[in-house]
């Protein structure tokens, strides 16, 4: 998402390259390049209009900055407008009470049973929340089963009643069960239809108004631009809701739903959601999101998952044996896992500053690694402990087995021994600050030369 704005913005700034300041002159073919670079990312026209000229307002009566470069100056207004454009600071899910009561609403199709399961998972590992998860989708076939597998997977609860065909029963049913068995959140999913119509505003808001929820989230599929904006906005008129839930955002999206819901609607979006794994939710943040829209990267978003999902201890015995020389395949494919818990490779390699642009074409996914686990995992166990046995007719049988050519065997195993050279490499001299491995560095001639003088 946001490649091409990326790249359009990027080339509006160009028009400051070798200028001392912000003029007249030099602004105006820059604002109207970031006008037509929001509208080509389905931006609402009068949306992309406003933001422009408050653009040119605050670049034109900011003064002049003699340490600063126009380009740079233009960059920081773009990046906090766009942050003001996209809500100015996140807002967090409300789920006090007893229990905090979730509504989930949206059109057929837009992830919002998927979304219920991850909003579970979420609010388990990361609130500690006991939840309760609602089945009250009584039309499409198979939802309630979709629910359960999701409920199944993130070991949450879901209430369902397969007989009742009355959605409005089954949701304060369920939320009878949750205060009986004293559960912290409720998350009712509420089914979808293929367009907006008078019949699923009024189930929705009958739902809505028997339970009286602590939150109300709408779901909208981010790949369907301004359309889930206005989608949004007839919800929002009926439903008065909360806050938006953005879904799809790995797919082929050019960002206009993000940059427009706030502006139009009014509400704040409160989670975007990639990918099929239920791990794969993170909150808004308007300011992270500019910095990546403007290829600055994400590198806070970055260390929070890596924090998530690097185990501490599991990390100190990896060091361990980094230091003394023990890394084997096995720790390597610990290490693999780790870092496919912290979402999709692409993504991740697109929130460290400088390398958005350089990655946004290359066909990166976590199946990338899918081959380098086979070949592994066609070792024994003997020969992952120990990388040293693997001779000729051992890699014979491990390219046999993995399905891969022997070349592509020698060159990973090749590959890791340089790697573990490296990593043992960079602990022995961290460790000791001197020379790599450790060794002390021989005094010079000159030195030893001054020290006999001294002894004279």
């Given at each position: 998402?946001?490649?091409?704005?990326?790249?359009?913005?990027?080339?509006?700034?160009?028009?400051?390259?070798?200028?001392?300041?912000?003029?007249?002159?030099?602004?105006?073919?820059?604002?109207?390049?970031?006008?037509?670079?929001?509208?080509?990312?389905?931006?609402?026209?009068?949306?992309?209009?406003?933001?422009?000229?408050?653009?040119?307002?605050?670049?034109l009566g900011g003064g002049v900055l003699t340490a600063v470069k126009p380009g740079e100056q233009m960059?920081?207004?773009v990046h906090d407008e766009l942050v003001e454009l996209m809500g100015g600071e996140a807002v967090q899910?409300?789920?006090?009470?007893?229990?905090?009561?979730?509504?989930?609403?949206?059109?057929?199709?837009?992830?919002?049973?998927?979304?219920?399961?991850?909003?579970?998972?979420?609010?388990?590992?990361?609130?500690?929340?006991?939840?309760?998860?609602?089945?009250?989708?009584?039309?499409?076939?198979?939802?309630?089963?979709?629910?359960?597998?999701?409920?199944?997977?993130?070991?949450?609860?879901?209430?369902?009643?397969?007989?009742?065909?009355?959605?409005?029963?089954?949701?304060?049913?369920?939320?009878?069960?949750?205060?009986?068995?004293?559960?912290?959140?409720?998350?009712?999913?509420?089914?979808?239809?293929?367009?907006?119509?008078?019949?699923?505003?009024?189930?929705?808001?009958?739902?809505?108004?028997?339970?009286?929820?602590?939150?109300?989230?709408?779901?909208?599929?981010?790949?369907?631009?301004?359309?889930?904006?206005?989608?949004?906005?007839?919800?929002?008129?009926?439903?008065?809701?909360?806050?938006?839930?953005?879904?799809?955002?790995?797919?082929?999206?050019?960002?206009?739903?993000?940059?427009?819901?706030?502006?139009?609607?009014?509400?704040?979006?409160?989670?975007?959601?990639?990918?099929?794994?239920?791990?794969?939710?993170?909150?808004?943040?308007?300011?992270?999101?500019?910095?990546?829209?403007?290829?600055?990267?994400?590198?806070?978003?970055?260390?929070?998952?890596?924090?998530?999902?690097?185990?501490?201890?599991?990390?100190?015995?990896?060091?361990?044996?980094?230091?003394?020389?023990?890394?084997?395949?096995?720790?390597?494919?610990?290490?693999?896992?780790?870092?496919?818990?912290?979402?999709?490779?692409?993504?991740?390699?697109?929130?460290?500053?400088?390398?958005?642009?350089?990655?946004?074409?290359?066909?990166?996914?976590?199946?990338?690694?899918?081959?380098?686990?086979?070949?592994?995992?066609?070792?024994?166990?003997?020969?992952?402990?120990?990388?040293?046995?693997?001779?000729?007719?051992?890699?014979?049988?491990?390219?046999?087995?993995?399905?891969?050519?022997?070349?592509?065997?020698?060159?990973?195993?090749?590959?890791?021994?340089?790697?573990?050279?490296?990593?043992?490499?960079?602990?022995?001299?961290?460790?000791?600050?001197?020379?790599?491995?450790?060794?002390?560095?021989?005094?010079?001639?000159?030195?030893?030369?001054?020290?006999?003088?001294?002894?004279?």
């Amino acid at each position: 998402m946001f490649d091409n704005l990326s790249e359009r913005l990027e080339g509006a700034f160009k028009a400051f390259k070798g200028e001392h300041k912000i003029t007249e002159l030099n602004i105006a073919s820059s604002v109207k390049e970031i006008r037509r670079a929001l509208v080509d990312a389905d931006v609402n026209y009068k949306i992309a209009k406003d933001f422009t000229s408050t653009v040119k307002e605050k670049a034109l009566g900011g003064g002049v900055l003699t340490a600063v470069k126009p380009g740079e100056q233009m960059t920081k207004i773009v990046h906090d407008e766009l942050v003001e454009l996209m809500g100015g600071e996140a807002v967090q899910i409300n789920v006090s009470g007893k229990p905090g009561i979730v509504l989930v609403a949206g059109l057929q199709g837009s992830g919002k049973t998927t979304f219920s399961g991850k909003l579970a998972n979420y609010l388990r590992n990361k609130e500690k929340k006991r939840v309760l998860l609602v089945a009250c989708d009584v039309y499409r076939p198979a939802a309630v089963e979709q629910l359960m597998t999701l409920g199944e997977q993130v070991k949450v609860e879901v209430y369902k009643e397969i007989e009742n065909k009355n959605p409005v029963e089954i949701a304060k049913n369920g939320i009878s069960h949750a205060q009986k068995f004293k559960f912290d959140v409720v998350i009712v999913d509420t089914a979808g239809r293929l367009a907006v119509d008078e019949e699923m505003m009024v189930e929705i808001k009958n739902i809505r108004d028997a339970i009286n929820p602590t939150e109300t989230l709408f779901v909208v599929d981010a790949m369907t631009g301004q359309d889930a904006v206005n989608t949004a906005k007839a919800f929002n008129d009926r439903l008065n809701f909360d806050g938006v839930v953005l879904t799809k955002l790995d797919g082929d999206t050019r960002g206009g739903a993000a940059l427009s819901i706030k502006y139009t609607v009014g509400k704040p979006i409160k989670f975007t959601s990639q990918g099929e794994t239920l791990d794969t939710l993170d909150i808004f943040y308007p300011e992270r999101m500019a910095t990546r829209i403007l290829g600055m990267g994400d590198i806070v978003s970055l260390v929070e998952k890596a924090q998530e999902a690097i185990d501490e201890k599991e990390a100190e015995r990896l060091q361990k044996k980094i230091k003394k020389n023990q890394f084997d395949f096995d720790d390597f494919l610990s290490q693999l896992a780790q870092i496919k818990k912290m979402g999709n490779i692409k993504t991740l390699l697109g929130m460290i500053p400088g390398l958005g642009k350089a990655v946004k074409d290359l066909d990166i996914d976590n199946d990338s690694f899918k081959h380098i686990e086979a070949m592994i995992r066609s070792m024994t166990p003997t020969e992952r402990a120990t990388p040293d046995l693997l001779n000729g007719s051992r890699k014979i049988r491990i390219a046999e087995g993995s399905g891969r050519t022997l070349l592509e065997v020698n060159q990973f195993i090749r590959q890791f021994e340089q790697m573990k050279k490296m990593m043992h490499s960079m602990t022995q001299g961290g460790m000791t600050g001197g020379a790599p491995g450790g060794a002390k560095r021989k005094p010079s001639r000159s030195a030893s030369k001054n020290k006999r003088k001294k002894r004279r």
